[in-house]
Every structure is written in structure tokens, then in C-alpha cells.
């Protein structure tokens, strides 16, 4: 992202040319960030098509109620967020620091969800390595599904981790500077990351959670 | 002349190998016309307009387009024809024959070791007879491999895990270079062999200077049963188990509703990995016997289950 | 005082104005700077630094390969060392290579910018470059590791020798480097163009440079995940890629050439572009068919992205996907082929002056033309499984790399050198390298085609002896090559303090960075260019007018 104080650096013309280049530059960086889940995707893909009892049974030890919640929490801080660039593009920046905190807020408890559903499933042995444990009949595709959940559910928490990070940061440059006086380009963009890091959880939660729930 | 060429070469000891030339000196005859073309042409060009060379550079009229459109069209049809010649040899490279012999070869970390239908081994050397059809069926113990052997024109990569194969008819008597061309460690440009391609007179010889052991087929059934694999797999038997008589090649219905065709793969993967696919109407009961089955031992056994269908359908 | 070293002794011209070069001086002002320009000489200097370190296992291997037995190392020697040469050279030499100098230094002017549009990220790009490179170092100097560029599983992840993590993760690092990279490229394409700089106005240079800036962005994160998965696979037993251990070899091979093989077109690309700069400008002629070149990369850049199965025809992957990759690779030969037609047609009555730079650039058209026509060996199926991890394979792809990338690399750094340093080379000694190189480059990749083709599996330690009077020849070649590489880095050395003062435009060349002083000042133009012509418009006839004046 662009500086964030001066409205507008040495190389670029005016600010229509600095915005245009920072939102494009914030999309190409989501094409980058859509297939760097999208190998885990692919790997996930592969091993459910050869695997699917196994993982059927595997997705059946995980957390539902857990996922179901985080799913709604960050659908929600998602809405929050979609509030605060609203409240930013009009110029309130009170109200985009409060928006942007709730937000922030939201993400923090998701994190917190995801780090008690991790603490169950390491006390039930189901982090993968020497100490990995399943009564399942096909174990070692049991642990197989669990890499996968461990390493993608892991490299999402750490975008909501670093979107937390930035959008508290954001806050506080709304209510205690005049970073965004008249400038809502950097929030649209702060926005356009979170919306992302909530459509990935979009998709992991059938992937991981709802297998064959069923039966 | 001849030598010289040989050394430019490689022999063609396989009826794979004919075919794999025509393609490579028809690419060859293409590729050295067009490189010579482009040469020809560039070098004309920088001769003849070279700075202050009496040239006429009235620049030409008319629009490029039309060469253009030549020069992308043209290629497209000579890439498809190549394409559908080389894939069709490929077709012929990638299916064995019905009645080639079946030999079963373990790489592991530096070495080869072979198992011949009659039960004999063989390690780093593979003895065949000149003329009849040889099918591979490859797996690894440890790393990648692959199995080379440059003058029949064929390779293919040996994976853990999973059976590959590879076939060819040899055609010339003769010694020939294996390689392993997949890398695979330290000593991976000593895991080097022999292939030996003798007259089908002088490979009896061979075979009887050899001590007989037991045929594969015998050496499997025994460890059909010593492995306990007949303590379920047998018509009377406490625990139901499906009954293995016949049922190589057979369709297998599966209790996900799917159905897999009962292969060399999938007879692995039931020994090894039994509940990756559960047969239908059966509980998922049977033990895994990963390592504590080695690949040589579980070749026997299926080409035991191999017999078995042979048996049933003369 | 390193910073003495890139200074020019007296000032080139007698004008007041300040060059990028001198504007400040302290070593803090290069290594904080935002310049697009001094970024660009940073990678320079770290980039000729891996070639030399990539070159000189290379030297070992060819020496080690004078003789059948492998004597002068042992094979676990021989194994970091092409494991080193490889991967130094593809992620630290030839990828950064023409896009981070050349395309630093060159996209902005090109298009009449003053900067990229992100100069602190252009920054940062370089600063994960080096961090990637000295994890790198760091595990080839506390041992090596032995896995082969390729880094295939179980292999890597369980059975390999040395520092895996530590090499997986330089390579990570600077795969983040390269991300951004491409990430600026594209939105400066976009975003910072002069007045009147249409699309089809662009230089192809900076056409080939955006077709590479989409594979930088769209495969490099595959590779990253690719590594991150083998290294928790290798540290922490996690099974995803051992078979032993519930996964499958396959997926990574199948991962890991989704982005190399389209890396490999980050590795031409750009020196396509170059190319296309340099014969126009010295065949006094506009480029011959610029939709269909510029078109061309973009048609491989995304046919590049359809093809990586055929690296694995051999794999055990099923045939009728190796038919389908087949066909694709076979096509992605076309739009290269174009490009071939339409420089061989663009000196089509021109009036060609044989500099160094263009010397480079016929050199390219050769080599890449038969780096290419082998290569539908490998997309031809039945053939490629003989000559599938042989020697055919080594010296095809050094056709393109080497014979490419590396000539153009050359090309463009004698064409752009005077911009650059402010100085004139010596040209008959930079003709005299650029036939060396050429000379050598040929002694030492043809013989290995006809090896390939013979049976010698590559990374191979000790060989049948038969094989030996080509490797003899290799080798011999390797030593002509190496004098050949030595050349240019002393005596473009040598120029940057005594060279002739270059002028603003020493080619009479088109394109706006001629048009600014060499070197050229901070913020590149005083105002900002307005463009109103397409690019390329020389005149043969004026050209030869002037000659006879």
C-alpha cells in the first residue's frame, strides 16, 4: 500500500493517478493472495477425491459449533467493515474509528474462537505429527485431513491476525490524525483485504466442517 | 561411417525403438530445415543490407498480414500432425501386450532388485530372451526412481506407493546400458545395470545354470497363508471376508457406491491401506499391513491372485 | 567506500543538474533509496554476484566431468553442486535478472515516469531478494543440500542431506521479492503512463515485462505454499507429499510445475522484449509486425500456464492429461516462432550495423531459435520419453537460458550501459566477448544434445565411458564460455570510471529514455514527456545518408 500521510507522492500526477494505482495495486495483490490459498485448495481437493471416507470421517471430528459461530462473526465484522468505508467515503471520522474498532473487535474474537477450537483439538491429539491420535478406521488419511486443516486454517488465521493489526492501527490514525481527511482510498483498501480474508473462511468452513455431515 | 554414426546413435535393441526414431528424424529433418531457413535468411539479410552496402531500401509496400497469418497457420498444422504421430507411438509405448511376461522390479537407494515369474532373482541385471514381449511392474521402497534403458527407448518414473509399468519387445541379443534417470540421492549415478538380451536357446542355458526356487505364484501362496490372509479370506472362515478366487481384473463394487477394477494397484492399496476402499457388504475389519509386508513378499502375493483368475477363466 | 566505486570520476557533462548517480552519495542514500534507478544498480550488483557464485559450481561439474569415474569430488559433492548451480542461477540470477535490472531501470522512462508507482515497495522487493539469498548462502556454506533445483519428494522431504528448510525458505523469501516486482510492474504499466503513451504505443520491452509481471504475481504464490508444505512435511513429519506417511509424490511434482514451467517463461520473456528493442534500433527498421510480437508475449504467458504436465510424461500421471499437455505445448510454440519470423523479417532492407548490442541480439535469435525447435522434441510425446531427465533436456533448456536469457541480458546491458554509467564500453573488446561467449556457449550445450539423445541421464556423477568424448568437448567449451563471461565484467568495470563520456543518445535510438541525459537526473525528465508518434520509427535511408556523410 501507498504511503498513507502524504496525499500525494513525488511519482505520482495527482491523486486521481495515486488512487487508481493503489487500487489496482490492491487487487493484483488479492490475485497473488487467490492462488497462494488456491495450491491448498488444490491439495485439499486432490486427497478428499482419493480419500473421501476418510475425510468424511475426519471433517466429522471437528467443531461444528465452533466453525458455525466464527462463520457468523466474521460475516458480521465484514458488515461492520462495509459501514466503516461507507462512514470513511462521507468523511466521519469518529465514526470510522468506531466502526473500524468493532470491527477489529470482531476478528479478535474470532481469533480467540479458533484458538479455543485449537486447544481442543491438540488436547484430543489432533494435531498431526508423533503425538497424533485417531480410533478412526483409515488413521493415517485422518491425519492426512488434519495437515491440511492445521496448515490452511492456520495461514488464515494469520490474515486475520494481520488484518486485525492494520485495522486497529487504522483506528486510531482516524480518530488521532488526518490521515484520511478527505482520503477513503487507503480504508476502501484496508476493506477490499478483510472482505478477502472473509470469503476464504466463506469457502473453508463447507470444505472443512460439513462433509457428509449427515449421515 | 557406420561406427561414427553408432556413436552419434543410440543401437535400436526394441520394437519401440523404430517407431521413436521415425518421430525424432522427421523433428529432426523439420527442425534442422527451419533453423537452416531462419539462418539462411538472416544471414542474406545482414550481408546484403549491411550499413553502406549499395542496397535498394525503399521500404516494401502493402500490408504484413497476410505473412503473418502464413507463418502462424503453417506452424499450427505441421504442430498438429507431429502432435497426433508422436502420442499415437505413445499409445503403442504405454500398453502392454496381453502375453508379455511380467517381471516385478523394487528400486530402492542404490539398487534394483527383479523378480522373475519363476520365482528367481535378480539384482542390477535382468536376463530376458530375445523376441518375446516384457511388461514391468515397478514400485519403489524409498524415493522416486525411474527405469531407463536407452536403447529400447523407454522409461518411466518408479514411485512408492503405487505400481507403474513399462514394457518393450527386445529385438537385437545384445547388453544394454539400465539407468536410473529419475534422481534419487547420493549414489544415484550408481544405480546403473544391465539388461541382457539372449537367444531363446542360450537363455535356457542361462535358466538352468541358475538354482530353481520356488515359482512367484508358489512363494505368494505360501505367504497367502503363513500372513494368516486365509484365516479370513476363505470360504468357511469366522470373520466374513471376500473371497479373492478370481478376482483380479474383476469389477469391484465399493461401499461408497463406486465401482474399481481389481488391479495390481488395487490390490496394494488393499493389503497396505485396506480402508482406503471398503468392498461393499463387508465391515471395514481387516488390518493394515504396511510395514511389516515388504514389496517383494506382497508381489508374490498378488501374482498369486493373479493365478487365481487365470485359473478360473481357461 | 563502496559508494566511491559507483561514482563516476569526473563529471560527465558540463551540465549543473545532478544525475541519480551523484545527487547524494553516502552509502545510506543507496541503500534507503526509492530511485527505480539505484534500485535497479543494487540488483545488479547482487545478481552478477549469484551468476559468478552459480557459475563457479558449474565450472566444478564440468571439471568433475572431464573423466568417467568422478574423481575430483565425491558424488556427494557433485549433488550440492548442481543442487547450488541450479538454484542460484533460476531463482537468483535468471529470474531477477533483465526484469529487476533492466526493467527497474528502464520501465519508468520507457513510459515517461518519473518512479514505479511504489518505490518503497520497489525497495522492499530487493531487501527480500537479499534476505532470501542469504538463507540461500547460508545453507550452501554450512553444507549444501543435495535434492536437485527441482526439490522432488519423498526425496526432499524425508531422505535428503543439509539445510532443505533453510534453502525452501530462502527461495520462499525472495519468491516474495519477485511478487512484488511484478506487482508494481503491472500497476506502473497501468497507471503511470506519459500523455499520449497508448498500449499500442508502448516499447515491446514493456510489453514482454508485463506478460512476465502476470506469471510473477499469478505462480510465484503456488511455489510459496509448494515450500511451505515441504517444509512442514520435512520438519514436522506431516504427511502430504510421502507416500509412506499418507500423501502423494505426484501433487508436488504437479504443484511444483505449475509454477516452473511458467517460470521459465519469466526466464525468456523478457529477453524477447529486449531483443525486440535492440534489432529495430540497429537495423534502422520498425519492428515487423509489433501486434503480433506484442500479442505474442501474452499469448505465452498464459499459454505458459497450460503446460506444466509435460514435464511429468513419464511421471505416471494418466496419459490422455499427458495428450492434452502435449498438444498445448505444442502451441505454445507458436506465438515464439512469431516472434522469430518477425525479427529475422525486420532487417529486411534495413541498414544493419554490427555493434556489440546487436551482435548479442543475432546471437539470441539463433540460440533461442534452436532452444525452441528442441523443444518440440520434448512437447512430441513418444520422443520425449527417451530423452526425458537426459542430457537432450540439459542442453535444451541452456539453449533458451543461457543462449536466451543470458545473451539478451548482455545485449541489453551494452545497449542501456551508456544510460547507465554515463560511459562508453571498449567495442571491440565487447565484440570480442560477445563472439567468445557465443563460440563457447556452442562448444559446451550442442555436444550435450547428441548425449541426450545417446541415453546420459542428467545429474549424473560417474557416466559410462563411452559418453566421454562429448563431455570432453562440453567441457572444453565451458572454459571458452567462462573467459567469455569474464570479459564484459572487467571491462564494463573498467568503463564506469575511464570509459568515453556517453552522450544523452549514442545509437541515434528511439524510445523516451534516449531522450534524457546519460545518466540521466533524479526524477528522469525535466518535464513530462507527451508522446504522439508509435515507437520504432527509424529511417534505413537517413541511416545510410549519415554513414556516407
Known amino acids: ?215 | 561411417m557406420s561406427t561414427f554414426l553408432h556413436r552419434l546413435f543410440p543401437k535400436e535393441a526394441s520394437n519401440l525403438a523404430p517407431p521413436v526414431d521415425h518421430v525424432f528424424v522427421a523433428l529432426l529433418a523439420l527442425c534442422s530445415a527451419v533453423a537452416f531457413l531462419v539462418l539462411v535468411v538472416a544471414l542474406v539479410f545482414c550481408i546484403r543490407y549491411r550499413r553502406g552496402s549499395k542496397a535498394n531500401r525503399t521500404p516494401p509496400k502493402g500490408s504484413p498480414l497476410r505473412l503473418e497469418i502464413t507463418w502462424t497457420i503453417i506452424p499450427f498444422f505441421i504442430f498438429l500432425g507431429l502432435f497426433f504421430w508422436a502420442a499415437d507411438v505413445f499409445f503403442a509405448m504405454s500398453r502392454p501386450p496381453a502375453d508379455a511376461t511380467e517381471i516385478y522390479v523394487v528400486g530402492k537407494q542404490w539398487m534394483w532388485k527383479i523378480q522373475h515369474p519363476d520365482g528367481r532373482r535378480e539384482i542390477n541385471e535382468l536376463h530376458i530372451p530375445v523376441g518375446r514381449p516384457v511388461k514391468l511392474v515397478m514400485t519403489s521402497q524409498d524415493v522416486i526412481h525411474d527405469f531407463f534403458v536407452p536403447d529400447f527407448r523407454n522409461k518411466q518414473d518408479v514411485v512408492p506407493g503405487r505400481y507403474t509399468t513399462e514394457w518393450f519387445k527386445p529385438t537385437r541379443p545384445g547388453r544394454y546400458h539400465l539407468f536410473c534417470s529419475q534422481y534419487c540421492g547420493t549414489d544415484h549415478s550408481l544405480m546403473v545395470g544391465w539388461v541382457y538380451v539372449m537367444e531363446p536357446a542360450e537363455h535356457a542355458k542361462w535358466l538352468a545354470g541358475q538354482p530353481a526356487p520356488d515359482s512367484l505364484v508358489t512363494m505368494g501362496e505360501r505367504a497367502f497363508h503363513t500372513r494368516g490372509c486365509s484365516g479370513c479370506h476363505a470360504p468357511n472362515a469366522a470373520i466374513r471376508a471376500p473371497l479373492l478366487d478370481g478376482i483380479f481384473g474383476k469389477p469391484v463394487p465399493l461401499s461408497d457406491g463406486t465401482l474399481v477394477t481389481a488391479d495390481d494397484q488395487y490390490l496394494r492399496d488393499s493389503i497396505l491401506l485396506p480402508n482406503k476402499q471398503i468392498a461393499a457388504g463387508y465391515d471395514p475389519v481387516m488390518p493394515t499391513y504396511q510395514g511389516q509386508i515388504g514389496d517383494e513378499e506382497l508381489n508374490a502375493i498378488i501374482a498369486y491372485l493373479k493365478s487365481l483368475a487365470a485359473k478360473e477363466t481357461p | 567506500m563502496t559508494t566511491a566505486t559507483l561514482q563516476p570520476g569526473p563529471s560527465p557533462t558540463t551540465r549543473s543538474e545532478p544525475t541519480y548517480l551523484n545527487v547524494r552519495t553516502t552509502i545510506s542514500s543507496w541503500l534507503l533509496t526509492t530511485d527505480h534507478k539505484r534500485i535497479a544498480i543494487l540488483y545488479m550488483v547482487s545478481i552478477t554476484l549469484f551468476f559468478f557464485i552459480g557459475g563457479a559450481a558449474a565450472a566444478l561439474m564440468r571439471l568433475e566431468l572431464l573423466t568417467p569415474q568422478g574423481e575430483l569430488v565425491t558424488s556427494e559433492t557433485y549433488n550440492k553442486l548442481f543442487t547450488i548451480h541450479g538454484v542460484v542461477m533460476v531463482w537468483f540470477f535468471l529470474i531477477p535478472s533483465i526484469p529487476t535490472v533492466l526493467g527497474n531501470f528502464l520501465l519508468p522512462m520507457m513510459i515517461g515516469g518519473r518512479d514505479v508507482a511504489f518505490p518503497k515497495i520497489n525497495l522492499a522487493s530487493w531487501y527480500l531478494f537479499m534476505a532470501g539469498g542469504l538463507f540461500t548462502v547460508f545453507s550452501i556454506v554450512t553444507g549444501g543440500v543435495d535434492t536437485g533445483w527441482t526439490f522432488y519428494t519423498p526425496y526432499s522431504s524425508t531422505y535428503a542431506n543439509g539445510h532443505v528448510i533453510a534453502m525452501a525458505t530462502g527461495i520462499f523469501i525472495a519468491g516474495f521479492g519477485s511478487i512484488a516486482t511484478g506487482l508494481n510492474f503491472i500497476v506502473t504499466t497501468h497507471t503511470m503512463r506519459a500523455p499520449g503513451m497508448t498500449w499500442s504505443r508502448l516499447p515491446l520491452f514493456v510489453w514482454s515485462l508485463y506478460a512476465t509481471s502476470v506469471i510473477l504475481v499469478l505462480a510465484t504464490p503456488v511455489l510459496a505454499i509448494l515450500l511451505a508444505l515441504l517444509a512442514l512435511e520435512r520438519g514436522f513429519g506431516v504427511g502430504i507429499f510421502n507416500p509412506a506417511i499418507g500423501g502423494d509424490p505426484l501433487l508436488f511434482q504437479h504443484l511444483f510445475w505449475f509454477y516452473s514451467h511458467p517460470a521459465v517463461y519469466i526466464m525468456i520473456l523478457p529477453g524477447m522484449g529486449v531483443v525486440s528493442e535492440l534489432i529495430p534500433c540497429f537495423a534502422r527498421r520498425k519492428i515487423f509486425g509489433y501486434h503480433f510480437v506484442a500479442y505474442a508475449s501474452i499469448a505465452i504467458a498464459v499459454l505458459g500456464f497450460l503446460v506444466w504436465g509435460h514435464h511429468m510424461f513419464v511421471s505416471s500421471q494418466s496419459i490422455y492429461a499427458g495428450m492434452i499437455f502435449s498438444v498445448l505445448s505444442f502451441m505454445v510454440a507458436i506465438p515464439s516462432a512469431i516472434k522469430v519470423f518477425n525479427w529475422t523479417a525486420t532487417l529486411y532492407k534495413g541498414s544493419i550495423l554490427f555493434a556489440t548490442p546487436m551482435l548479442y541480439a543475432l546471437g539470441f535469435v539463433g540460440l533461442f531459435t534452436i532452444g525452441g525447435l528442441t523443444g518440440l522434441f520434448l512437447a512430441a510425446l513418444a520422443v520425449d520419453v527417451h530423452v526425458h531427465d537426459t542430457y537432450f533436456v540439459i542442453a535444451h533448456f541452456h539453449y533458451i537460458m543461457v543462449g536466451g536469457m543470458v545473451m539478451a541480458y548482455l545485449g541489453g546491458l551494452h545497449f542501456w550501459w551508456p544510460k547507465i554509467s554515463g560511459r562508453m564500453y571498449p567495442e571491440r573488446l565487447a565484440r570480442l566477448a560477445a563472439l567468445t561467449i557465443f563460440a563457447g556457449f556452442n562448444l559446451t550445450f550442442f555436444p550435450q544434445f547428441i548425449l541426450g539423445y545417446l541415453g546420459m541421464p542428467r545429474r549424473y556423477h560417474v557416466y559410462a565411458p563411452e559418453f566421454q568424448v562429448l563431455n570432453v568437448l562440453s567441457s572444453a567449451g565451458a572454459s571458452i564460455l567462462a573467459i567469455g563471461y569474464l570479459l564484459p565484467l572487467a571491462y564494463l568495470l573498467w568503463s564506469w570510471r575511464y570509459g568515453k563520456i556517453a552522450p544523452s543518445n549514442p545509437w541515434r535510438a528511439t524510445g523516451l529514455e534516449w531522450t534524457t541525459p546519460s545518466p540521466p537526473p533524479k526524477d528522469n525528465f525535466e518535464i513530462t514527456p507527451v508522446v504522439t508518434t508509435e515507437p520504432y520509427q527509424y529511417d534505413p535511408e537517413a541511416a545510410e545518408l549519415e554513414a556516407h556523410a
Open chain 1, 1 to 215: 500500500m501507498p504511503s498513507l500521510a502524504l496525499p500525494v507522492e513525488h511519482q505520482f500526477d495527482d491523486a486521481g493517478q495515486q488512487r487508481e494505482a493503489a487500487t489496482l495495486g490492491m487487487w493484483v495483490f488479492l490475485s497473488t493472495e487467490i492462488l497462494f490459498f488456491g495450491g491448498m485448495f488444490l491439495a485439499y481437493t486432490a486427497y478428499r477425491y482419493t480419500y473421501p471416507q476418510a475425510f468424511a470421517e475426519a471433517s466429522r471430528q471437528t467443531l461444528i459449533a465452533f466453525g458455525a459461530v466464527n462463520t457468523a462473526v466474521l460475516l458480521i465484522s465484514s458488515t461492520v467493515m462495509a459501514f466503516a468505508v461507507r462512514a470513511a467515503s462521507k468523511n466521519r471520522r469518529a465514526l470510522l474509528g468506531l466502526l473500524l474498532l468493532g470491527t477489529a473487535g470482531l476478528g479478535a474474537l474470532f481469533l480467540i474462537i479458533k484458538g479455543f477450537e485449537y486447544a481442543h483439538e491438540i488436547k484430543e491429539h489432533l494435531l498431526p505429527g508423533s503425538r497424533f491420535y485417531t480410533n478412526a478406521s483409515d488413521p493415517k488419511h485422518v491425519e492426512l485431513f488434519f495437515s491440511i486443516y492445521w496448515v490452511m486454517t492456520g495461514v488464515h488465521a494469520l490474515h486475520v491476525t494481520i488484518g486485525v493489526v492494520l485495522i486497529v492501527f487504522f483506528a486510531f490514525r482516524a480518530w488521532f490524525t488526518n490521515a484520511f481527511l478527505n482520503r477513503d482510498t487507503p480504508v476502501e483498501l484496508l476493506g477490499l483485504y478483510w472482505h478477502f480474508v472473509d470469503i476464504v473462511w466463506v469457502f473453508l468452513f463447507p470444505l472443512i466442517y460439513m462433509i457428509d455431515r449427515h449421515s
